[in-house]
């Protein structure tokens, strides 16, 4: 099961940092990633963070939000700086398998286990 958390209303420029708990799994080796759907948008991949802490991140996302884990804390964070207005969405994390090819982290059916999402608002 997977918690997150994190969410709020900030103005155009701040930061957040979402959180993704997980119990009655380890993640140390699997795949965590976070996706968002902005109001009347599909779904779509933000972050991922692979075995070896390698990271993946879309292209609307990069520079500005950073993708971690805490194996001891069956944790994963999501650190996001200079946010925007077009940043706003319900963030859901996801984990995944640990095999999971550059190509398949943007696939919504290549992760088995989602969190119930988090709200982010940035207003201008």
């Known amino acids: 099961q997977l918690q997150a958390s994190g969410g709020g209303s900030v103005q155009a420029g701040d930061s957040l940092r979402l959180s993704c708990a997980a119990s009655?799994?380890?993640?140390?080796?699997?795949?965590m990633a976070w996706f968002r759907q902005a109001p009347g948008n599909e779904r779509v991949f933000v972050a991922a963070i692979r075995r070896g802490r390698m990271t993946t991140y879309s292209d609307s996302v990069k520079g500005r939000f950073t993708i971690s884990r805490d194996n001891a804390k069956n944790t994963a964070f999501l650190q996001m700086s200079s946010l925007k207005p077009e940043d706003t969405a319900v963030y859901y994390c996801?984990?995944?398998?640990?095999?999971?090819?550059?190509?398949?982290?943007?696939?919504?059916?290549?992760?088995?286990?989602w969190g119930q999402g988090t709200l982010v608002t940035v207003s201008s």
């Open positions: 009655g799994r380890t993640l140390s080796t699997a795949t």
């Open positions: 996801a984990v995944g398998k640990e095999s999971l090819i550059t190509s398949s982290l943007y696939l919504e059916h290549n992760y088995d286990s």
